[in-house]
């Protein structure tokens, strides 16, 4: 029984040490981590109110609208 379990643990520690010398000299081949992965995405525009220039025209046509109200009329965009 003794010799089975030294066995056993003689053959585990040879595999361990191939398994262990195999990855490094896979590792070594690799790219390095910085190449391996692509750039990050640019920023791009996912919802109109992520698009500085759709929030500027909004306001741009918020104003006109504003301006060609007559003071007297109630505005529809407020409560009251």
Do not use: C, H
């Amino acid at each position: 029984m003794g010799k089975a379990v030294l066995i056993i643990a003689l053959l585990a520690l040879i595999i361990y040490g191939l398994l262990r010398l195999w990855e490094r000299r896979r590792a070594s081949r690799r790219p390095s981590p910085s190449s391996q992965f692509p750039p990050p995405p640019t920023r791009r525009v996912v919802a109109p109110d992520d698009d500085p220039d759709f929030l500027r025209d909004l306001e741009r046509k918020r104003r006109r609208r504003q301006k060609s109200q007559p003071d007297d009329e109630p505005r529809p965009d407020t409560d009251g």
